[in-house]
């Protein structure tokens, strides 16, 4: 799933591309992927792209005063393409296409989405916080305002919660997913399943860890195009995917937690002082 630092550079290609351009037909190929109705998808036809900024993980492309607001959810992805075919995309189809924006230079926008659960969503506002998702997001991490007294006030809040749910918590703290909350931790030598109830000194060191890991990455993925971004964030994620490998600051081997439909990896000599955390689901298997 694209995270924060993805989708800020996701943004910041799109502003360059679109930057004066008009839409002049948005197709849906995908129909659960369209989430609202009012206004229509012909009130963005002649419009001028205005701005693409983000919301979180939420990709918002701003046109004459209308907001096309795209969630890529876990197998969504954006594809530009510099010439598109004469004919619509069929509805339905198997390409695995859910919307197609087409510009007027008949260049435009691929938003395709594997695997079988269709997350994706594409919303058509006036203003972005008339989405839902939009308008219950936490703090942005790497805003200004985000400072060590507000995240410590966060953590206040969650009590004995694992740190690593509320990281994830899109309505806590917008833009973290699954790869990055592992990086932040282990980047902070803290385990996962800690609670986010904690002293001043580790607040602050998960602080810390969570501004550089993310700056970091914003800053690695700035001017890249879109067709670089996912490999570029596969190669320099440290723990996170790599299960089996050894961990690069201390050589010890990465462990995994698997859940219903995610999984968490993390380096026990780091994180959680050489000690294995339990595997509920490959405990299962075992017996």
């Given at each position: 799933?694209?995270?924060?630092p ?8 799109l502003?360059?591309r ?11 190929a995908?129909f659960s992927a369209l989430?609202?109705y009012d206004?229509?998808?012909?009130a ?6 205005d ?16 907001h096309?607001?795209?969630?890529l959810?876990?197998?969504g ?10 004919t619509?995309p069929r ?5 695995g296409?859910a919307?197609?924006i087409?510009l007027?230079?008949?260049t435009g ?15 058509v ?8 998702g939009v308008a ?22 969650q ?12 309505s ?10 592992d ?7 803290m ?9 001043d ?7 810390t860890?969570l ?9 690695r993925?700035?001017g ?9 964030k ?6 996170h ?5 050894k961990?690069p ?5 990465v462990l ?18 050489g000690k294995?955390?339990a595997?509920?689901?490959?405990s299962?298997?075992?017996?």
């Amino acid at each position: 799933m694209p995270e924060l630092p993805e989708v800020e550079a996701l943004a910041e290609d799109l502003r360059g591309r679109l930057d004066g351009r008009a839409i002049t037909k948005v197709h849906v190929a995908q129909f659960s992927a369209l989430k609202t109705y009012d206004p229509s998808l012909t009130a963005v036809e002649g419009t001028l792209v205005d701005n693409v900024t983000r919301h979180g993980k939420f990709i918002d492309i701003e046109a004459s005063g209308v907001h096309l607001v795209l969630h890529l959810a876990r197998g969504g992805w954006i594809r530009w393409r510099n010439e598109l075919p004469a004919t619509p995309p069929r509805p339905g189809s198997k390409s695995g296409l859910a919307i197609r924006i087409v510009l007027d230079d008949d260049t435009g926008l691929d938003i395709t989405e594997g695997g079988t659960k269709k997350r994706l969503a594409l919303y058509v506002v006036h203003d972005p916080q008339d989405v839902p998702g939009v308008a219950s997001l936490g703090p942005d991490p790497l805003a200004d305002d985000f400072t060590l007294d507000r995240f410590r006030e966060i953590l206040a809040g969650q009590g004995r919660k694992q740190i690593k749910g509320v990281l994830r918590m899109q309505s806590i703290i917008a833009g973290i997913g699954n790869a990055y909350s592992d990086e932040i931790l282990w980047a902070a030598k803290m385990s996962p399943f800690k609670p986010a109830e904690m002293t001043d000194e580790e607040s602050e060191s998960l602080y810390t860890a969570l501004r550089a890991t993310l700056k970091d990455a914003v800053e690695r993925d700035s001017g890249l195009a879109m067709s670089e971004l996912k490999g570029e964030k596969k190669s320099n994620l440290a723990v996170h995917g790599k299960a089996g490998k050894k961990c690069p600051v201390c050589a010890d081997t990465v462990l995994e937690v698997s859940f219903a439909d995610s999984s968490l990896q993390y380096c026990p000599t780091c994180q959680t002082g050489g000690k294995p955390l339990a595997d509920r689901r490959m405990s299962r298997l075992l017996k």
